[in-house]
């Protein structure tokens, strides 16, 4: 759930993808709330930051697109209880973090639009975004997840916004091109290999393929959060 123009792309094969894991979530797990960790959002050295606000504007934190992307909306509130209960389970793990106020970025409100269409699968809950680590650090941020996982068992929904592949110097190379380049389709394999491994296994293999040579390719030095 990342570009901001996956939500006027129908045609592309992510989107009935999404439109399905959207539908999956509102009619059979029917969450109470949906806590996202978003890609475009980094906090403090050492401190992770959540958006503490009921109500917030979105964020178009991106640049060169048509004009009718900066007019996108996307219905949506936040949760001040859940904000400090996410805090609250964060510093009994000794994770500092601090409530902020702060909109949905477009690596959230993008792909949320067609999975939670505001008209024909409306989510109707609130939304919690928290962000990642100021650090590529794949052990912390595993444990990240780990320390909010309990929220699962109270009908909450935690959701990761980022992609497997954010070269945007080769995507805009390979436009054009119908095969895609070979690292992403090597990366993309060994990741879903690593979040499909057993529970006992999954941190040890999520840590080797952020040490692929190919990661690198996929995540260029300055994108390597949106793979979080």
Same mark, same amino acid.
């Given at each position: 759930m990342k570009q *901001?123009?996956?939500?006027?792309?129908? %045609?592309?094969p992510a989107y009935p993808v999404l439109q399905n894991i959207g539908k999956e979530i509102t009619q059979k797990v029917k969450p109470k709330a949906v806590v996202v960790f978003s890609g475009h959002w980094e906090?403090?050295?050492?401190? /992770?930051? /959540?958006? $503490?606000? @009921?109500?917030?504007?979105? /964020?178009?934190?991106?640049?060169? #697109?048509? *004009?009718?992307f900066y007019k996108a909306r996307? *219905?949506? $509130?936040?949760? *001040?209880?859940? !904000? =400090?209960? /996410?805090?609250?389970?964060?510093? +009994?793990?000794?994770? $500092? +973090?601090?409530? &902020?106020? %702060?909109?949905?970025?477009?690596?959230?409100?993008?792909?949320?639009?067609?999975? =939670?269409?505001? @008209?024909?699968?409306p989510l109707n809950v609130p939304i919690v975004q928290v962000s990642l680590y100021m650090s590529e650090d794949p052990d912390r941020h595993f444990r990240l997840g780990q320390a909010v996982s309990s929220l699962r068992d109270e009908g909450i929904v935690i959701i990761g916004a980022g992609m497997s592949v954010h070269n945007l110097r080769d995507y805009m190379l390979s436009r054009d091109k119908s095969d895609p380049m070979p690292?992403?389709?090597? #990366?993309? @394999?060994?990741? $879903?290999?690593?979040?499909e491994a057993s529970p006992a296994e999954r941190q &040890? %293999?999520? !840590? @080797?393929?952020? %040490?692929?040579p190919d990661a690198r390719q996929a995540h260029p030095v300055g994108s390597p959060e949106v793979f979080e």
């Open positions: *901001p123009d996956v939500q006027y792309n129908t %045609r592309h906090g403090e050295p050492n401190t /992770i930051l /959540i958006n $503490k606000a @009921e109500h917030t504007d979105l /964020i178009y934190d991106f640049y060169g #697109f048509p *004009p009718e996307y *219905p949506n $509130k936040g949760d *001040p209880d859940l !904000a =400090f209960k /996410i805090m609250s389970l964060l510093d +009994s793990v000794g994770t $500092k +973090s601090k409530g &902020v106020t %702060r909109g949905l970025d477009h690596g959230v409100w993008s792909g949320f639009h067609v999975a =939670f269409h505001p @008209e024909h699968n690292y992403t389709v090597s #990366f993309d @394999e060994a990741l $879903k290999e690593a979040v &040890v %293999r999520m !840590a @080797e393929a952020a %040490r692929r």
